[in-house]
């Protein structure tokens, strides 16, 4: 089974156009236009019902006190924990292909809505969690939304998006579902999946 992507290579950088934010010099970060990348897979078993994407960030700092903070680093040598920007289940098996753009071109606060996705059963991406307890952002954001590393993080950020074909024609997961519960719902009807995956920082001195 293959992926591919016309936004961006295999383990290179995400074009700023597909984060939820971009370098600012004089305040660090300002907000993108967070549109989901072209994704396209191929070469999948022919008894394929469905498939479902997710897209996980496995480089998220596991304590957020140093976070975008003046003067500090979150260091490599800090532990990390997957973050999950989009999670897709129940996509027909004569999907092949995501447009750019087509499940998210804008920053939604307080997120978008399962409704918004133009095709199968979106979940939450961790954003829900990031953004609770604020009052202008705090929501269930279902679908995709982008990059948005710390600013101060030592190292470079991967985002792996990965294809799994189901021998399931559906996956009973509805509401506010998260990539984990995806996950482990989708485990045992997995029969192929391929992953690509982009590189992204929003710290200057990190090269990418």
Known sequence: MKITSSSFQDQSVIPGQYAFAIKDPSTHITLSSNQNPHLAWSDFPKDTQSFALICHD???????????QEGK????????????????????????????????NSITAKGK??????VGTPGIND???WFKGDASMEGHYFGYDGPCPPWNDAIKHHYIFTI??????SISLTGPYTGAEALIA??????AQASITGIYSLNPSVAI
């Open 186 to 191: 989708i485990k045992p009807h997995i029969i």
């Open 58 to 68: 496995p480089d998220v700092p596991s304590k957020g006190d140093d976070v975008n």
């Open 164 to 169: 799994y074909a189901l021998n399931t024609p």
């Open 113 to 118: 809505s399962a409704q918004q996705s133009p």
């Open 127 to 129: 954003y829900t969690a």
């Open 73 to 104: 680093v979150v260091p490599a040598s800090l532990p990390r924990v997957d973050f999950y920007h989009w999670v897709l289940v129940n996509i027909p098996n004569s999907v092949q292909t995501i447009a750019a753009g087509s499940h998210s």
